[in-house]
């Protein structure tokens, strides 16, 4: 049951800071100028002068050895005169532009990208991860500079299983992958959506210390039924359409197999787009992997929606008389429903029928209802009876439903820029709810169903809003602050997938990923809900996955699905107390700074 008691035990934990223990020495296979081109071990001109002796690299570098702090500031100079440089200039050229400095520095010294990615993580996600990601997508094959992460193509079959063994790792915690087929809001972008399971690893390395040498961004290249892209001559991906069926699903079950065959604890996270559903039920028992847009989502969105209840004053069971209208019935939106249908109907005591009553879903025909023509299964069980609610019929519109529902919240998953228009925005003003939730969560920014700006100025300055992409507070006049919130599962995945990891259980199961989305939810303060802060800072993502982390690792341990991690076995995980299973994971977290370098042949 949702629990605020463990909102006073939360707060108190966020004091804590994460530790940064002494490095022990890292064995390296290489020498030279080898080490200075392997962005895992270079520390460019930061190697001390006996390093420099060990590993044959006295004379590959300028005399002066710089420290990490001052490299560090270097590039934060560096940045932020690019910041002012660019000033006035287009906001795509402004982000590619920063985009690409930090990716210089990715690919050049990991320990300090991170570095710097952690310390200025609400900065840098916006670049590295959601919005800029989706432009770097969309733009991949001119950017095109050096591979990161692997690549099978449907021209791979029957080769994955040795291809695996080209990764030069020898050991794979967490491994993001995309077929390309739905980037965000942007649709089919074929192989140039590797840069989502780029983006997403390294939110893993930055918010749940994931080591860096242990994560794998792979492109499951099946084709792309992007017309421009196939004409575009620099496109680098299959230039085919898109496999289908049988023949799709033989080639994704080829990479699965091999996968496994080498690391068999790897997590998988954020599966196909378009067989969102189908992959899910079909390798979660299989393989410890979730489907992040479906499921992280879920988490993240059930917490706001819970979050929003609080804010009116009320206390979390009655979320069962919350109506919610769902504008979207894709992996997102239905993710969103089954989740938050099930909360309800625990609150209300297990009535299934009586919580899915509350819950209004419409795609882009409109409301579905049980007279839809080839009706999804997967929405079957949230359409609604035609007529039954004041005569809402099939297809009726979103204003329509808006306007009789009278809906708590409205709730975005739809990836259409802007169907959160003025008359749908004003008539969520008429909501039966005292402080209506407004939830625009289709990424990147232009697909967002309304701006923040907008649905203040149009739904009123008493709505709680929440965005998938980030947007700055609103100012309101009068000292007044319309708070933007960031709903965006990157509040729960690195929590998800550090926690599975540290369990060792093979499955994420539901009770895991309901513990992971009850955490984010009773995180806030009494006093922070009623401003409408639905969401913790993203700067303080490593303490939020910690604790996320243990909720997850608590929930394996208690299903009986922990086998333990390393030196620490299940018996060891049992023992733990709530508090330290929270410093066990965060102290589990790796955390970039310079280890000794000792060559070993
Ligand atoms: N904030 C987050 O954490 C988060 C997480 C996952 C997905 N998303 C976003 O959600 C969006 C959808 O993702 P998905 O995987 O569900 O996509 P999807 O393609 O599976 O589903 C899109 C759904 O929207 C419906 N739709 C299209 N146009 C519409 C319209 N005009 N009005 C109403 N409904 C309409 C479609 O019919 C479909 O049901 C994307 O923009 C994605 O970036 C955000
Ligand atoms: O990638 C994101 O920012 C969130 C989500 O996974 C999405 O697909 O939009
Ligand atoms: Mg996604």
């Not at 297990?350 to 009706?375: Q, S």
Request: aromatic share 8%.
């Amino acid at each position: 049951m949702w629990n605020l008691a463990r909102v006073a035990a939360s707060v108190l934990s966020r004091s804590r800071r994460f530790s940064t223990a002494i490095p022990g020495p890292c064995m390296v296979h290489k020498r030279g100028t080898d080490i200075l081109h392997d962005p895992w071990f270079n520390k460019d001109t930061g190697f001390p002068l006996t390093e420099r002796d060990r590993l044959g690299l006295r004379g590959l570098l300028p005399p002066r050895v710089i420290s990490f702090e001052q490299q560090y500031a270097r590039f934060m100079e560096s940045f932020r005169s690019l910041e002012k440089n660019t000033e006035g200039q287009p906001n795509k050229v402004v982000s590619l532009a920063k985009w690409r400095i930090l990716n210089r520095l990715h690919d050049r010294n990991e320990t300090l990208y991170y570095r710097v990615l952690i310390d200025n993580i609400k900065d840098f996600a916006p670049i590295i991860y959601t919005p800029t990601v989706g432009l770097v997508c969309q733009n991949y094959s001119g950017l095109f500079r050096r591979p990161r992460g692997m690549y099978f193509s449907a021209k791979d079959k029957g080769e994955m299983m040795s291809m695996i063994y080209n990764w030069p790792a020898q050991q794979v915690d967490m491994i993001v992958l995309t077929d390309g087929s739905r980037i965000l809001g942007l649709g089919d972008l074929g192989v140039q959506g590797i840069g989502i399971p780029i983006g997403k690893l390294d939110v893993y390395v930055a918010a749940a210390g994931i080591n860096p040498q242990r994560i794998l961004p792979v492109m499951l290249d099946v084709g792309t039924n992007n017309q421009k892209l196939l004409e575009d001559r620099l496109y680098l991906g299959l230039r085919q359409p898109r496999l289908e069926g049988e023949e799709y699903l033989s080639i994704v079950d080829e990479f699965m197999e091999a996968v496994h065959a080498r690391w068999p604890k790897a997590i998988f996270e954020d599966f196909q787009m378009k067989w969102a559903f189908e992959t899910l039920e079909r390798y979660r028992k299989r393989f410890c992997m979730f489907n992040d847009d479906i499921q992280g989502t879920a988490g993240v969105a059930l917490a706001g929606l819970l979050g929003t209840v609080r804010a009116q004053g009320l206390s979390l069971t009655d979320f069962a008389d919350q109506k919610i209208v769902v504008v979207g019935a894709g992996s997102a939106g239905l993710g969103v429903l089954k989740m938050a249908v099930q909360a309800a109907a625990r609150m209300a005591g297990n009535n299934d029928a009586f919580a899915r009553n509350k819950f209004f879903l419409l795609d882009k025909d409109g409301l579905i209802t049980k007279e839809r023509k080839n009706l999804d299964p997967a929405a079957a069980p949230f359409a609604k009876d035609p007529g039954d609610f004041m005569g809402l019929r099939e297809g009726a519109s979103l204003l329509e439903v808006v306007r009789k529902v009278k809906p708590h919240v409205l709730l975005g998953l739809s990836g259409v820029g802007g169907v959160f228009n003025e008359e749908v925005l004003k008539a969520m003003r008429e909501s039966d709810s005292v402080k209506p939730a407004i939830f625009a969560m289709s990424n990147p920014t232009m697909n967002a169903e309304c701006t923040a700006a907008d649905a203040f100025k149009h739904a009123g300055e008493n709505i709680v809003f929440a965005s998938g992409s980030p947007f700055e507070n609103v100012d309101l006049g009068n000292g007044k602050i319309g708070h933007v919130n960031q709903a965006n599962n990157m509040y729960l995945f690195p929590g998800i997938g550090l926690g599975t990891l540290l369990s060792g259980a093979r499955f994420i199961t539901d009770g895991m990923l309901q513990q992971a989305a009850e955490c984010l939810a009773s995180y806030m303060t009494d006093e922070e809900i009623p401003k409408g802060i639905l969401y913790p800072s993203i700067d303080s993502i490593r303490d939020i996955t910690a604790e996320v982390g243990a909720a997850v690792l608590r929930a394996a341990v208690e299903e009986d699905l922990a086998e333990g991690h390393g030196e620490v076995g299940p018996r060891d995980l049992k023992h733990m107390s709530k508090e330290e299973t929270v410093e066990y994971v965060t102290r589990s977290m790796w955390f970039p700074i310079y280890s000794p370098l000792v060559h070993e042949k």
